[in-house]
């Protein structure tokens, strides 16, 4: 067995897997993730994400701590209320949560995820 090593966070990284969301709303969103760290179980994930402007759709079902780098966005639950974000936002949305992301302009995050 190996031992345990630190993972950082840096470019260049892994390369970027990209894609279109599903259920899109607005737009033409286009999404890149840079997946720098996956535990041996895969529920917990660390990386950069990337998106163009759009809205979609969004049902989480893992827990999601979040750091904006770049970018504005909006989130909406499927009550209606709004939550803005800019660059040095920090927040968490958790498993459950339901609505939808609009990226108002091109952003760039700093991930980790918990899928039970």
Same mark, same amino acid.
């Given at each position: 067995?190996?031992?345990?090593?630190?993972?950082?966070?840096?470019?260049?990284?892994?390369?970027?897997?990209?894609?279109?969301?599903?259920?899109?709303?607005?737009?033409?969103?286009?999404?890149?993730?840079?997946?720098?760290?996956?535990?041996?179980? !895969?529920? %917990?994930?660390? /990386?950069?994400?990337?998106?163009? +402007?759009?809205?979609?759709?969004?049902?989480?079902?893992?827990? =999601?701590?979040?750091?904006?780098?770049?970018?504005?966005?909006?989130?909406?639950?499927?009550?209606?209320?709004? !939550?803005? %974000?800019?660059? /040095?936002?920090?927040?968490?949305? +958790?498993?459950?949560?339901?609505?939808?992301?609009?990226?108002? =302009?091109?952003?760039?995050?700093?991930?980790?995820?918990?899928?039970?």
């Amino acid at each position: 067995m190996s031992a345990a090593t630190i993972v950082r966070i840096t470019e260049p990284g892994p390369a970027a897997d990209e894609a279109t969301p599903s259920r899109v709303l607005a737009g033409a969103p286009r999404t890149k993730t840079r997946n720098y760290y996956a535990d041996p179980g !895969e529920h %917990f994930y660390a /990386g950069i994400w990337e998106s163009t +402007p759009g809205k979609w759709h969004v049902e989480y079902s893992e827990h =999601e701590f979040v750091h904006l780098l770049s970018g504005r966005v909006v989130l909406t639950d499927s009550e209606g209320r709004a !939550e803005r %974000f800019g660059p /040095g936002d920090v927040f968490v949305i +958790p498993a459950g949560y339901r609505g939808t992301w609009e990226t108002l =302009e091109t952003v760039r995050k700093l991930y980790a995820i918990y899928q039970a």
